[in-house]
């Protein structure tokens, strides 16, 4: 697996769990693309940030924190903050940090 599929996979990952935890009593729709169970809004950020990755010019990739040509829209930009925030303390209390090393926001 490249490094770009390894980040899609992380994020996808994030707001699998964002989702799951935060979103429970919405009605949510299983997604082809995204392999992943999601409500509109989460599904809308996720195939933003897939998006996001795949036209990402870095090479290697910055943490996004530390691009200085961040590409996202504010919108979105305090939508996967949230998300990167909430799941990164849930995998971590679940010892997933794995995951965190090179994709914290
Ligand atoms: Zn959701």
Redesign the pocket.
Known sequence: MNKKDKDIKVVLEF?KV???E??NN?E?QFDQDLQAQ??????D?ALYAVKRRQVCPKDPKPACKNCDTPCYAPKYKEKIRQVMKFSGIFLMKRGRLDYLYHYLF
């Open positions: 707001i964002f989702c799951r935060n979103h919405i949510k999601l409500c509109s809004e989460c599904q950020l």
